[in-house]
């Protein structure tokens, strides 16, 4: 089996010195997107399913109209969900998150000050859900201690477009690592960005192998943004 994830492109987080809430894509995060599409279009895919959030679909669009296909949504993919900045001078959450990478690591787990999905919260959801989408693909962790996975169809080929936390957090499920408060930090990729994990056999089952992480050679080196 074959994963493909996929960081949505450069997002506007702030217009006229204000926070956005769910951001549109800006410009060159339109081109990225379109690179994607034009580097992955004549890939076979089985699936392809894409995260609720704006800069997410608008990432997966092009791929999704170059192979004919229609949008599949999974609501777990939604990445960690922030305090309501929307109008909000930038400063504000600059400020959250430069206290909430301040404290001792066990403490990062609380999240940003003033609402929002403590981390904590978001890991478990997006497991939960991966773990949910993954048995209705017929996969799922065999009984034992090492990331050993049970396959029914070792040859599908799955692309997902989503943000660099949950990424990150799906990256770690498949790996079989501990999960920490700070996914979005442990595996970097950059803005519409490839990465690629494939499974392999092994006397029990199956494994996977990260093959490439945050692939960036379908842009050109003017539009690489993280």
């Given at each position: 089996?074959?994963?493909?994830?996929?960081?949505?492109?450069?997002?506007?987080?702030v217009?006229?010195?204000?926070?956005?809430?769910?951001?549109?894509?800006?410009?060159?995060?339109?081109?990225?997107?379109?690179?994607?599409?034009?580097?992955?279009?004549?890939?076979?895919?089985d699936?392809?399913?894409v995260?609720?959030?704006?800069?997410?679909?608008?990432?997966?669009?092009p791929l999704?109209?170059l192979?004919?296909?229609?949008?599949?949504?999974?609501?777990?993919?939604e990445?960690?969900?922030?305090?309501?900045?929307?109008?909000?001078?930038?400063?504000?959450?600059?400020?959250?998150?430069?206290?909430?990478?301040?404290?001792?690591?066990?403490?990062?787990?609380?999240?940003?000050?003033?609402?929002?999905?403590?981390?904590?919260?978001?890991?478990?959801?997006?497991?939960?859900?991966?773990?949910d989408y993954?048995?209705?693909?017929?996969?799922?962790?065999a009984?034992?201690?090492?990331?050993?996975?049970h396959?029914?169809?070792?040859?599908?080929?799955?692309?997902?477009?989503a943000?660099?936390?949950?990424?990150?957090?799906?990256?770690?499920?498949?790996?079989?690592?501990?999960p920490?408060?700070?996914?979005?930090?442990?595996?970097?990729?950059?803005?519409?960005?490839?990465?690629?994990?494939?499974?392999?056999?092994?006397?029990d089952?199956?494994?996977?192998?990260?093959?490439?992480?945050?692939?960036?050679?379908?842009?050109?080196r003017?539009?690489?943004?993280a």
């Amino acid at each position: 089996m074959e994963i493909i994830l996929i960081r949505h492109g450069e997002p506007e987080w702030v217009r006229d010195g204000l926070s956005v809430v769910d951001p549109p894509l800006t410009d060159r995060g339109l081109l990225q997107a379109q690179r994607v599409g034009e580097e992955l279009h004549a890939e076979a895919f089985d699936e392809v399913i894409v995260s609720p959030l704006r800069r997410a679909r608008q990432t997966a669009a092009p791929l999704l109209g170059l192979q004919r296909r229609k949008e599949a949504i999974e609501p777990f993919l939604e990445e960690i969900r922030e305090p309501n900045w929307h109008g909000t001078p930038e400063e504000l959450a600059a400020a959250a998150y430069a206290e909430e990478k301040s404290r001792a690591a066990e403490d990062r787990w609380l999240g940003v000050r003033g609402g929002g999905e403590p981390p904590r919260d978001f890991v478990e959801r997006v497991r939960a859900g991966g773990t949910d989408y993954f048995a209705g693909l017929g996969m799922h962790r065999a009984g034992q201690r090492l990331p050993v996975w049970h396959l029914d169809q070792p040859d599908l080929k799955i692309v997902i477009v989503a943000h660099s936390g949950t990424n990150g957090v799906l990256l770690c499920q498949l790996l079989g690592l501990d999960p920490v408060p700070w996914e979005w930090d442990r595996f970097v990729t950059h803005h519409a960005s490839i990465t690629r994990l494939q499974s392999f056999a092994m006397g029990d089952g199956h494994t996977f192998s990260l093959r490439r992480l945050s692939d960036v050679e379908h842009l050109p080196r003017d539009a690489r943004t993280a």
